[in-house]
């Protein structure tokens, strides 16, 4: 199981354009809620977070304090190899880009 993360084009012309897809593990769901972002990337519209630019502070309070602290978050690394640190800290800096480089896109998220 896994999370596909998409950004998309509110503005698009025909159907909806992404402009952002990243994939990953739920493995690393205990990671990303010890850095306090879990909800941002598993489960935006709970917190009525639809715009990609509503999420960028908490994803770089997260992935700074990730990348202060690695091994406290390699804890978390998944037993079987399948999500770890070194496989999120790359996942949420380049979401973090994505957000950054279009703020106006829609989060599209699927489980």
């Known amino acids: 199981m ?3 993360f998409t950004l998309v084009d509110p503005t698009a012309t025909y159907d909806s354009e992404d402009l952002f897809w990243k994939n990953i593990t739920h493995n690393l ?3 990303a809620q010890k850095a306090g972002i879990y ?3 598993w489960r935006p519209e709970e917190l009525g977070v639809t715009k990609a630019k509503e999420i960028i502070e908490s994803l770089e309070i997260g992935l700074n ?3 202060k602290r690695p091994e406290y978050y390699k804890q978390f690394d998944s037993p079987n190899g399948w999500g770890t640190y070194s496989h999120f800290v790359p996942f949420v800096s380049d979401v973090l880009n994505a957000c950054k480089e279009y703020p106006e896109a829609i989060i599209e998220i699927s489980r």
């Open 2 to 4: 896994s999370l596909d």
């Open 29 to 31: 769901g205990k990671m």
């Open 39 to 41: 909800e941002m990337l």
């Open 65 to 67: 304090d990730m990348i």
